[in-house]
């Protein structure tokens, strides 16, 4: 494989499943979010993401997704029943990404904003994660509330998350 700084970027990234309480600094979020803004679309305005940086409101909506997720299936009631499991690994940025459910393929178009998001906080020194664990927050009769505690717009779906921050030694 030929190598330069985008390669090694691509290549070099994995997902991290412990963070330190560390806050990601503003002008870098700024960036990831504008990266993943720059990913392909199908028209204007497919994704909306509410990005969420309160230690306690990502504490209840792990709290939500874990209380909706383990009504899916056996396994993942196992998973999420262990003794101090938390899905969003203690990430001090969760990002909801949610698509305009009238754009054709839209969970698509919000995945290539994730992977460019994921890709621009390696660049930036900053440990990812994709998840689709807090979406399950969205899953049950909570969502309404949810979707007005993160002014999440009529009409879109939540349908990826992404996790950034420092990665635990
Ligand atoms: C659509 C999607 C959903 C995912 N959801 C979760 C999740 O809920 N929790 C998790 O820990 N990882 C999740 N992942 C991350 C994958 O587990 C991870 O990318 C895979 O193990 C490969 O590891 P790497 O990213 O380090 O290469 C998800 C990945 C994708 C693409």
Same mark, same amino acid.
Request: glycine share 8%.
């Given at each position: 494989m030929?190598?330069?700084?985008?390669?090694?970027?691509?290549?070099?990234?994995?997902?991290v499943?412990?963070?330190?309480?560390?806050?990601?600094?503003?002008?870098?979020?700024?960036?990831?979010?504008?990266? $993943?803004?720059a990913?392909?679309?199908?028209?204007?305005?497919?994704?909306?993401?509410?990005?969420?940086?309160?230690?306690?409101?990502?504490?209840?909506?792990?709290?939500?997704?874990?209380?909706?997720?383990?009504?899916?299936?056996?396994?993942?009631?196992?998973?999420?029943?262990?003794? $101090?499991?938390?899905?969003?690994? $203690?990430?001090?940025?969760?990002i909801?990404?949610?698509?305009? =459910?009238?754009?054709?393929?839209?969970?698509?178009?919000? $995945?290539?904003?994730?992977?460019?998001m994921?890709?621009?906080?390696?660049?930036l020194?900053?440990?990812?994660?994709?998840?689709?664990?807090?979406?399950?927050?969205?899953?049950?009769?909570? =969502?309404?509330?949810?979707?007005? =505690?993160?002014?999440?717009?009529?009409?879109?779906?939540?349908?990826?998350?992404?996790?950034?921050?420092?990665?635990?030694?």
């Open positions: 030929l190598v330069n700084e985008t390669l090694n970027v691509i290549m070099s990234r994995r997902s499943r412990a963070y330190k309480p560390d806050p990601v600094p503003q002008n870098a979020l700024a960036s990831i979010l504008e990266a $993943g803004g990913a392909p679309y199908v028209v204007p305005k497919s994704r909306y993401c509410a990005v969420i940086q309160d230690k306690s409101q990502i504490e209840r909506l792990s709290k939500a997704a874990k209380e909706q997720g383990v009504k899916i299936s056996d396994s993942h009631r196992e998973l999420f029943s262990a003794p $101090g499991f938390d899905g969003t690994y $203690g990430a001090p940025v969760v909801i990404v949610a698509g305009n =459910e009238k754009t054709p393929q839209y969970e698509a178009v919000c $995945g290539a904003s994730v992977q460019n994921l890709l621009a906080a390696k660049s020194g900053i440990a990812s994660c994709w998840v689709y664990f807090p979406i399950f927050a969205f899953h049950g009769a909570q =969502e309404v509330l949810w979707r007005k =505690e993160l002014r999440i717009p009529d009409g879109y779906r939540p349908c990826a998350a992404v996790l950034l921050g420092y990665a635990k030694e």
